[in-house]
């Protein structure tokens, strides 16, 4: 599917700011150059016979690269990646799919699995000294608790109950697949959508507070996102590869529409999309 004109001619709710990047490009360059210093401070380990601290500092450097990367997917790359919109079938129904980011997925991942590994590579090491004796002590046990917890993240992962993420438009309501919650309102329970600002830009698509709201966290402590505190659909577009005004007219258009509902999950909605005929 075509790419997003780069003049768009949807009007950009006036809740939403428009936002200055320069602090998020100072604190993308500081992150890479911290970064190259671990990893200087690694070689310089190597070199002067601390091998063993190498895998800190390139642990640490990726720690620091990962975010960087994270900080430019969600605040400097231009959101117009039209492919994260398409078609699905959820409870045998065909529908229409807003995906979360995948390369911000893809980095969480990431960015978690770097963790787990510092704090193995700590319990191992203060689990062995010398020549292996045994060195029992907190400092062992508080890096394999650590330990413990980044693994449940991927046991999860593996579970589904940690994912990536969408928001899917179907005949019945509207389904919010988070990263780490479950929500769904039928359509008829729907007040109406906001724009909203919260140093973020946000679609609420605000239903009645009787709605009848199926919803469900799914993944513990691992509070990747939440579910907001009354009925409703909050997205908060930060999450998304896709254009924050195009997503909210998108379900602007839906919820006043209940004719046009009948489209979803076909090439119809596809074609309005790259037509913006809202």
């Not at 500092?57 to 994270?70: E, G, M, Q, V």
């Not at 004796?133 to 508080?142: H, T």
């Not at 309102?185 to 007040?191: I, K, N, Q, R």
């Not at 839906?254 to 913006?276: D, F, M």
Request: aromatic share 12%; charged share 15%; with cysteine.
């Amino acid at each position: 599917m075509p790419g997003m004109p780069s003049s768009n001619p949807l009007g950009t709710p006036a809740e939403w700011p428009v936002e200055s990047r320069g602090r998020f490009v100072l604190a993308f360059g500081a992150l890479v150059a911290l970064g190259a210093l671990s990893v200087g401070v690694g070689l310089v380990a190597v070199g002067t016979g601390f091998a063993g601290a190498a895998k800190y500092a390139l642990s640490i450097a990726a720690l620091f690269w990962f975010t960087a990367a994270f900080g430019f997917v969600t605040r400097l790359r231009p959101q117009n990646r039209i492919a994260d919109v398409g078609t699905t079938t959820i409870d045998d129904q065909r529908a229409t799919v807003i995906s979360y980011s995948g390369a911000q997925f893809v980095l969480i991942n990431l960015l978690v699995a770097c963790l787990f590994l510092c704090s193995v590579f700590a319990a191992w090491d203060y689990g062995n000294v010398g020549d292996g004796a045994f060195a029992p002590g907190i400092p062992m046990f508080l890096a394999f608790a650590a330990a413990v917890f980044f693994a449940s993240y991927f046991v999860l992962l593996a579970l589904g109950r940690i994912r990536r993420g969408r928001i899917v438009l179907a005949p019945d309501g509207i389904h919010q697949e988070g990263r780490a919650f479950g929500s769904f309102l039928p359509w008829d329970s729907f007040a109406g959508v906001k724009p909203s600002y919260n140093g973020t830009r946000e679609v609420l698509v605000i239903a009645y507070s009787n709605a009848p709201w199926r919803k469900r966290q799914l993944a513990g402590p691992w509070r990747l996102d939440k579910l907001p505190p009354v009925p409703m659909i909050e997205i908060n577009t930060i999450h998304l590869a896709v254009d924050p005004t195009l997503v909210y007219h998108l379900l602007r258009f839906y919820t006043k529409n209940q004719s046009a509902r009948e489209e979803l999950g076909t090439e119809a909605v596809l074609r309005r999309i790259r037509e913006h005929s809202f």
